[in-house]
Structure formats: structure tokens, C-alpha cells
């Protein structure tokens, strides 16, 4: 599921990369990438996330190229992109707004999309849904719900 950036987004990325590439090597080092992703998404990369990079792109080169950069930067911004559509539709189905959704949320927002589909159903959504059985399903049980049977080996890693 690797998104293709688009013409605008790849001339981004590609400037990106030429910026943090000071010294014209052709790829961008440890250091050189934690930048990149600081300048291109707003936060600094974790040890692990960096890592699972290095180690993915090392095998073949001495850092990360021009073109495994572009291919990581979009998925990246497709899960993040993914991410923040999981976050509207759970903001939709909270309308009063309390950060976790009840039983009577979902049967409400069910009602309006299926009106047909019985309340066991729901019911059992719910329920499978609200792994802590706390009778409030939280944004991450919301999230991981939503992503249940995604390849979810890494938002990194590219095929």
C-alpha cells in the first residue's frame, strides 16, 4: 500500500533530501534522516523508528538513497493520513465530545449508517471493540479496531 507521492509532494521530498545531503554524498546518514523527518513531518524519529531504517537500507548502501527516501516518506504520510481520517470518524461517532465512545454511541452512529442491522450485532461490535471491557472504547481500542487485519509491520517500512 505504498502510495505514490504526488507531483508536488515528491518536489518536496526531493528538496528535502538534497537540503539534508549538505555535503552532496548521494544519501542521507543517521543524522542526515532524523533531520529530514523533523523538517518534513514536525517531530524528531525515535531510536526505533531510525533503526528499523538504517537497518532496512544499510544491507545495500551506506544510507538511505534519494528513491527509498521518497517511497519511506510516503507511507509514512499515507499512515499518517490514514490515521487522521480514524481520528474524524472517532470525533464523529463522540458527539459529546468525552474522548471515549459508550455502547449508546455506537448504537446511535450504527443507527444512522445501517438502521437495519440488529442491536446484537452492535452490541457484539462493541464489546469486541472495548478490549479492557470497561463499557468505554478509548481512541487507541477505536484505532486498533479500525486497523485489525492491516499489514501493520511498520508505518516505516516499504515493499
Known sequence: MCAAPSRAGRERYVRVFEACD??????L???DFKVAVVMLFGYKPSKVEVDSVMAL?????????LEEFLKLMSTKKAAQLHHSEIRQIFTAFDMQYR????LEDFK???????PKLPERIIVEAFREVDQDSD???SFKEFESAMNYGQNEVSQLHFA
Do not use: C
Not at 57 to 65: A, C, I, P, R, W
Not at 99 to 102: P, R
Open 29 to 31: 546518514s543517521r543524522e
Open 108 to 114: 446511535r452512529a450504527f443507527n444512522s449508517i445501517a
Open 22 to 27: 549538505e555535503d552532496k554524498k548521494g544519501y
Open 99 to 102: 474522548g471515549f465512545l459508550t
Open 135 to 137: 463499557g468505554h472504547v
Open 57 to 65: 537500507v544499510q544491507q545495500k548502501n551506506s544510507g538511505v538513497l
